[in-house]
């Protein structure tokens, strides 16, 4: 078999899939897991038999690592706060990550450290998710001192529901509302650890290029692409991307990172470095750029898949796209298994996986390979990966955004190119804006122009009649 | 099946043991976690000194509307300070029954 990690990878996600699933007990899956890992050492000459229990081995790890991430400690916030709680809290807790501003409110998760319900105070560990009023200057890891009561997001309703869900994956099982501002303490400024603070200041650095020289929807469709940041795209623009199927053009993923990691060699080819040496400093810099951009499932995929093929040059192996996007997966669900039941975790491998298993097999199928005309060719090429990725994805949209939009490989065949050199005039904009900023207003014009062309193709493209469906609920 | 080496096979299985040791100890740990007693965390806060307070702050109390915050920030004026909480039974607008709602919310400092 050629792709040994494949099997194992799937046999893992189905672990935990099961185990999200099913009801029982934590200690009977380990013990079955170590039966398997005995009879593993007992057999590990006999090929075949091996191979059997090793698949077991990684379904049973994968419904542990679930279960055992799903137990709560004795001491978490949800054990002791009951969630009819009526009863304002008094929560002291370090900010983890950069707080966000959302209109009038700065939104910001709190790490529980300890917590004072009526006249008794508890330490405590879990996550808050607080809403506050813009005023305050926070950063992440400032110490506070909140009041307020703390509620869970229930009710009726199945965008509630996966609100809460989406919110526990993340380890919240609270929300706060902080009214006044009497309400919320500093104890102390301290900042987080350098490697955060550091990736943090320069994430702020970019933006501050990026809102200097372009404003209003240019200036939010570049920052996510580049950074991440789509807290400033007006809904318009991303419902307009959401019914063409062009989304995902806003997340910052594979092709980022690629560029990213082009320009590094690039720059360090200029600086006369051997080429063992270009790829092992790219190393570094790559995770940089995952953390700069808020390390989110797609960023993360596509960084580890590059590390993989970085590696596999330092160590002089054949580089494997499989094996990469399984290493990938595996560092994801391992961190958080909870990650398999997300949108976004599943989409973003759904469209990798569907290209890799599907474009080969539909462009020899369609005959391209005997296609002289290399223009045709290329743009052919271009409509079969829209075709795969869509084929792939289409389930999961209609079913996560009951949305099925026909009019997708046509919109991302033509938004795809766009998409591309608003990437790379982004990269430009900023490159030139902390090095030569006399340039830097000639990129952000060619940026606005192609971004509003992007829009228009959007808004053109869903005028077609049956561009898309809403399916009901 | 997967034609692993000898080798191949004896690292897989020490990543197992390794990952299925740590499983032990993270479940381990979060059974044997207690949250314990700590000193009472600062009561006040959250509660508006009346002694500090502008007409901003004291407004966004509920039950606080424009008059009334003049009305305590002139009380103060004229008082110099509150010396506690129950002087707010002296100003224009706040009874008994309002008094008891608004308690809670301010301390003096």
């Known amino acids: 078999m050629k792709h040994p990690l494949a099997v194992l990878t799937a046999a893992f996600c189905a672990g935990i899939v099961l185990a999200g699933h099913l009801r029982f007990a934590w200690l009977f899956v380990y013990s079955l897991a170590v039966l398997f890992l005995l009879g593993g050492f007992l057999f590990s000459r006999k090929g075949r038999v091996f191979d059997i229990i090793l698949v077991c081995l990684a379904f049973l790890l994968g419904a542990i690592i679930l279960k055992t991430s799903r137990i709560l400690p004795g ?105 006044n501002s009497p309400a919320l303490v500093k104890v102390d400024s301290r900042r987080s650890c350098f490697y955060r603070s550091f990736t943090a200041a320069i994430k702020r650095r970019l933006e501050g290029i990026i809102f200097q020289y372009l404003n209003g929807i240019p200036a939010s469709i570049l920052d996510a692409m580049i950074l991440g940041e789509r807290r400033d795209i007006p ?20 092709f980022n990172v690629g560029i990213v990691v082009f320009i590094i060699i690039l720059f360090l080819r200029l600086l006369r470095l ?108 271009g409509c079969l990966v829209s075709l795969s990725a869509w084929l792939g994805t289409a389930g999961l949209v209609a079913c996560y955004f009951k949305i099925f939009s026909p009019v997708t490989v046509l919109a991302n065949i033509l938004v795809a190119p766009l998409a591309s050199l608003i990437t790379l005039s982004g990269f430009s904009l900023i490159t030139a804006g902390l090095c030569c900023p006399a340039l830097a207003p000639l990129f952000a014009r060619a940026n606005e122009a192609l971004v509003w062309a992007m829009v228009a193709v959007n808004t053109l493209v869903l005028k077609i009649p049956g561009a898309y469906l809403r399916l009901p609920s | 099946m997967f034609a692993f080496t ?104």
């Open chain 1, 75 to 179: 001491c978490h916030i949800f054990k002791i706060v009951s969630y009819r709680n009526r009863q304002p809290c008094i929560v002291k807790g370090v900010i983890n990550g950069e707080p966000e501003i959302r209109g009038q409110n700065l939104i910001f998760v709190l790490r529980a450290e300890e917590i004072g319900v009526a006249s008794s105070s508890r330490t405590c560990c879990g996550k808050i998710l607080v809403h506050t009023r813009v005023g305050e200057e926070l950063h992440d890891g400032q110490r506070l001192l909140l009041k307020g009561k703390l509620y869970q997001p229930w009710g009726p309703g199945e965008s509630r529901r996966r609100y809460r869900d989406y919110l526990r994956r993340q380890d919240i099982w609270f929300i706060m509302s902080v009214k």
């Open chain 1, 235 to 254: 809904d318009f623009v991303n419902n307009l991307m959401v019914k063409s199927g062009t989304v995902h053009i806003l997340v910052v993923s594979g």
């Open chain 1, 274 to 381: 051997p080429r063992y040496w270009r790829f092992l400093v790219s190393l570094p810099l790559i995770i940089t750029y995952c953390l700069i951009t808020g390390a989110s499932n797609p960023v993360v995929r596509a960084t580890v898949m590059a590390i993989v093929f970085i590696a596999s040059y330092l160590i002089k192996r054949d580089p494997d796209i499989c094996n990469a996007i399984c290493v990938a997966a595996l560092v994801i669900l391992l961190f958080n298994p909870n990650q398999l039941f997300d949108a976004g975790f599943q989409l973003s491998f759904a469209s990798v996986i569907s290209i890799i298993y599907l474009y080969p097999r539909l462009k020899q199928a369609a005959g391209l390979n005997r296609l002289q005309f290399r223009p045709l060719r290329f743009v052919l090429e």
């Open chain 2, 6 to 109: 000898r080798q191949e096979r004896q690292v897989v299985l020490f990543l197992v043991t390794l990952a299925l040791a740590g499983c032990a100890l993270n479940f381990a740990a979060k059974l044997n976690s207690k949250s314990s007693v700590m000193p009472v965390l600062n009561l006040d806060i959250g509660k508006v000194d009346l002694n500090r307070a502008d007409k901003q702050m004291l407004m966004e109390m509920p039950g606080i509307g424009e008059k009334l915050a003049e009305r305590i920030l002139e009380y103060r004026t004229r008082e110099g300070a509150f010396g506690e909480v129950e002087e707010l039974k002296n100003i224009s607008g706040i009874n008994n029954y309002r008094y008891e709602k608004l308690k809670g919310y301010f301390t003096v400092k």
